[in-house]
């Protein structure tokens, strides 16, 4: 008999959330730092400069944020999985027994549970109740050094797509090309995100875009308002 492998998306979550935060942040952040700096009218370079600083700035601002984060939930695992391994050691047949009484809670007949806990404590007692107690699992783990590089580096790339359309544009045009072009890759990155993820493509362009949108009007806003002519 052969055997039907299906393809699961969940392995995906740790790097798809770190990419997907990076570069949205890389752009959005980016974006309207650069549209904001353009509504007080300062000078092309102060905006250009104004863009390597954010890029540069955000990308280690990312990786820190997410190593420390991720680390954070990785000591608490490990700490919680020092805390089972001792219990075990100590009362395994107890521990057996709340391994059973969970997995009653979850529709097996009781001798049913007896057995599978029985069977799985013998295969893998740590395993087991990090899974099925603790609900940490491969796919799940904590990767503070994955999340930091991945974070830094597609916020980096996010960032410099806008900045790349400051170099190159005309100051007359600067802020409608620059709100244009980050809106469009705020939308393909939603899209893409929701497709690698299994979501609905379109609610995942139109939130990232929708937010985007938002943040850089603000910023517009604030420029406008509070800048001065140099």
């Known amino acids: 008999m052969s055997i039907h492998h299906e393809t699961h998306r969940t392995h995906r979550i740790g790097w798809l959330r770190a990419a997907v935060l990076g570069a949205n942040d890389g752009i959005v952040s980016t974006a309207s730092l650069i549209v904001g700096i353009a509504a007080s009218h300062a000078a092309h370079k102060d905006i250009v ?6 890029l540069v700035a955000g990308a280690m601002s990312m990786a820190a944020g997410e190593y420390v984060s991720v680390s954070s939930q990785a000591d608490t695992e490990q700490a919680d999985l020092k805390r ?6 100590e009362d395994g047949h107890r521990e ?20 599978v806990a029985e069977q799985l404590m013998n295969h893998d007692a740590l395993g087991a109740h990090a899974r099925d107690e603790l609900g940490i699992s491969a796919t799940g ?3 503070p050094i994955q999340a930091a590089l991945t974070s830094a580096v597609t916020f980096a790339v996010g960032a410099a797509l806008p900045l790349l359309i400051v170099v190159f544009a005309p100051d007359t045009d600067l802020i409608v090309l620059v ?4 809106l469009l890759f705020l ?3 939603g899209m893409l995100a929701a497709y690698s993820g299994g979501a609905g493509i ?3 362009a139109f939130r990232v875009a929708f937010w985007g949108a938002l943040a850089m ?11 001065t002519v140099v």
């Open 141 to 143: 783990t904590a990767r």
């Open 202 to 204: 379109v609610k995942g």
């Open 217 to 227: 009007g603000l910023t517009a806003t604030v420029g406008s308002v509070f800048g």
């Open 84 to 89: 089972e391994r001792k219990e075990l050691a």
């Open 187 to 189: 939308t393909l990155l």
């Open 49 to 54: 400069l104004a863009g390597i600083a954010g």
């Open 96 to 115: 057996q027994k709340e391994l059973a009484a969970i997995y009653v809670s979850r529709g097996l007949d009781p001798l049913l549970a007896d057995q």
């Open 179 to 182: 709100s244009s072009a980050s």
